[in-house]
């Protein structure tokens, strides 16, 4: 394991997490990364845009959310004392906004009034088209087809956001192929244009710089765990699909060697290929979209075809950053497959009346599998990283189609 | 960077330059629709006067690509094109024709492969430059040592400023691929307009020759662009013909004659007396 000031010292001046990451893209948008990074280096030390943002985080977005106890579920399990972070309270029902009201405020240093966004459950799509109605952008956002009519709910909120949302037919109609049409038209419109990417994915600032958007979870969490229960947790668990909202809240503990920290990818119908989206389980190392990392690929380099219940985690690659707190031996990563995910949500429903997104559902549903693996005394913090009201009609079809209803 | 041995590119550009005329570099995608018919493609065009032959292996997620060249990779790997595969049909194409190969890519296949691996193989085969669309010179891979044997073919853009093509430069060999428009690769109507002023600043910082690429797709883009570069690329065009006519017998035959009219424009067309 590496030392544990190195873990929070990274990545280096050129976006490298250890072997991971970096800057892999096109010659023509170099020039615009390079803007980028330089200017979230005069931002990140200026106080008055840390003040522009902690006003919008505040009263724009809900901050700081409750750090809540799950006293039912609790009971139920019979395992830790499990308490939740409530990203689903936020504005637009999830941690994604966190980021983008941080991107929007540099697009606006920078100049670009258009605001180009992937997305997969559109969640960050939603949050996007949010900031940039709030700060007058233009707004563009590629959905792959198929998340598009599983997620119909947030399509049409980008809609009325004023977003355009531009489907994407290509491939498996997915998150993966939504970030190339994006880059694509970055690399098009590259001038005029900031692609307000959203997760701690591609290339570097980015994996470092959503990555920083997203630490105020973990910082409150820590702030508010030490006030309710005097101690730090035993566990954190978050689910990972690029790893956004989990490395948002481990890294402000990442220097708490007692807490043990748990990314839980999504395992699908099982780890076959083309089955799940657990780039840690079947996975090697690859480049793919700007950055070197773990990532679902066959023998020859082609990107292999994932699945997942849940539209979030349905990508062939992970953060790399990840990758370097895997390697390091400070974060275990494990996977939840669709039918426990599934089962756990209606398990919290009627146990706390929380509908939780899909995506945070694989990290309670590691909890509720592995309850019995921590003391009664002993605490653990689950990122409920978004609300599930987009996935109501998904699950209602899936209910349909087992019964369950 | 030198290489270790005598390569095409460097003794066709050497051939042009005392002929005093610009280069054309066809784009084809490997195994689109399948390898054998890659391979009857590639002696159609040299028989069409192409000066290089750009041959891309096709990659699941072409972000630098537009839809023309996406369709192609798609329907190479439907037809079940390997790296491996495409590598033995090279070498069946260079068994044919003399024409210089440069290999047109994404990082992930070749990292897959093993860089050095690839290079050594690559060679072999008979290819003679590599172009990776998502390899910037900012970036080292740990295998990717020793002295190279294919050309580093990089790409400058307009919005590369005159600081990093001095980098770029410096890191290239072969030729210098500027990308004559920003965005993905595919046909345009219209040219732009700066091309030349931007030919002129890159061989500032190089005596490597410039092929100027992106969006070109017809006889009089192709000459006009012909009378400021040392090549003119056209892909996007040929790759959207070889998809409407897949499954055609005559299909190779009927690219050469696609083709020809463009390699004859550009032969035509003499290059500025100031870089002879």
């Known amino acids: 394991m590496q030392g544990k ?171 993966k192929e939504a970030i190339n049409e994006a880059m694509r038209d970055w690399v098009t419109n590259v001038r005029t244009t900031h692609y307000l990417l959203g997760t701690a994915y591609g290339p570097h600032p980015y994996p470092m710089m959503v990555r920083d958007f997203h630490r105020v979870i973990g910082e409150e969490a820590r702030r508010q765990i030490l006030e309710i229960e005097q101690r730090l947790p035993a566990a954190l668990v978050a689910c990972v699909g690029g790893g956004s909202n989990a490395i948002g809240l481990f890294y402000a503990f990442l220097r708490d060697p007692g807490v043990r920290m748990i990314g839980v990818e999504a395992g699908g119908r099982g780890i076959r290929p083309g089955d799940h989206a657990a780039r840690f389980q079947g996975g090697r190392l690859g ?44 974060v275990e990563y494990a996977f939840a497959t669709d039918d426990e995910v599934l089962a756990t949500f209606h398990d919290l429903a009627r146990t706390e009346g929380i509908l939780p997104a899909l995506e945070s559902t694989h990290a309670l549903a590691l909890v509720r599998a592995r309850a019995k693996e921590w003391t009664n005394d002993q605490v653990v913090i689950v990122n409920l990283s978004g609300r599930g009201d987009k996935d109501v009609h998904q699950i209602a079809e899936h209910g349909r189609s087992h019964d369950l209803l | 960077m030198a290489l270790s041995m005598h390569n095409r590119i460097d003794s066709t550009f050497a051939r042009l330059r005392e002929a005093g005329r610009s280069g054309f570099m066809a784009y084809i995608t490997g195994g689109d629709p399948n390898l054998s018919t890659t391979v009857q493609i590639a002696q159609e065009l040299a028989a069409a006067g192409i000066d290089f032959l750009e041959i891309g292996i096709p990659f699941s997620d072409p972000l630098a690509d537009g839809l023309a060249n996406q369709l192609g990779a798609q329907r190479a790997l439907m037809a079940g094109t390997t790296v491996r595969g495409l590598l033995k049909c090279i070498a069946e194409i260079r068994a044919s024709i003399s024409t210089p190969i440069i290999l047109y890519t994404y990082l992930n296949p070749i990292f897959q492969y093993g860089f050095a691996r690839f290079e050594n193989d690559a060679a072999d085969a008979g290819a003679d430059g590599l172009l990776l ?88 883009q192709a000459a006009a662009v012909g009378r400021i570069a040392d090549a003119v690329v056209v892909g996007s065009a040929i790759v959207r013909r070889i998809g409407e006519g897949a499954g055609r017998r005559d299909l190779a035959r009927e690219i050469g004659r696609f083709v020809r009219p463009m390699t004859e424009a550009v032969h035509s067309a003499r290059s500025e007396p100031d870089h002879p």
């Open chain 1, 5 to 175: 000031f190195e873990l929070t010292q990274l990545p280096d001046a050129a976006g490298h997490f250890g072997p991971y990451g970096g800057v892999f893209v096109p010659e023509t948008l170099m020039p615009a990364i390079t803007e980028l990074r330089l200017e979230y280096e005069a931002a990140r030390h200026d106080p008055a845009f840390q003040a522009e943002l902690q006003g919008l985080l505040r009263d724009y977005c809900g901050r700081p959310t409750p750090l809540y106890f799950a006293e039912r579920w609790t009971e139920k399990l019979g395992g830790p004392r499990i308490y939740f972070k409530r990203e689903d309270l936020l504005h637009t029902g999830a941690h994604k906004i966190n980021n983008a009201v941080g991107q929007i405020l540099l697009a606006k240093r920078m100049g670009k009034k258009r605001i180009i966004a992937e997305t997969g459950a559109g969640q960050h799509g939603v949050a996007t088209a949010t900031v940039a109605a709030r700060f007058g952008c233009e707004c563009v956002i590629y959905m792959g087809k198929v998340d598009m009519e599983r997620q119909a709910l947030n399509v049409a909120r980008m809609q009325f956001l004023g977003a355009e949302v531009i489907p994407v037919t290509a491939g498996q109609a997915t998150l």
């Open chain 1, 287 to 330: 480049v793919l979209q700007g950055t070197k990392t773990y990532l679902l690929a066959n023998e020859d380099g082609q990107i292999e075809l994932t699945h997942s219940v849940s539209a979030g985690l349905d990508y062939a690659a992970v953060g790399p950053e990840h990758s370097y707190l895997r390697d390091a031996g400070r």
């Open chain 2, 133 to 220: 669309l998502d390899f910037p010179p900012d970036e080292t891979l740990l295998d990717d040592a020793g002295v190279p044997r294919l050309h580093r073919i990089r790409l400058v853009a307009p919005t590369t400023d005159e600081g990093r093509v001095a980098t770029i430069c410096a890191r290239a060999s072969g030729f210098i691929y500027y990308v004559s428009r920003e965005g993905v690769t595919g046909e345009r109507s219209a040219l732009e307009g700066s091309i030349q002023d931007r030919v002129e600043r890159i061989k500032r910082h190089t005596e490597l020759p410039v092929a100027v690429g992106f969006g070109i797709s017809n006889p009089e």
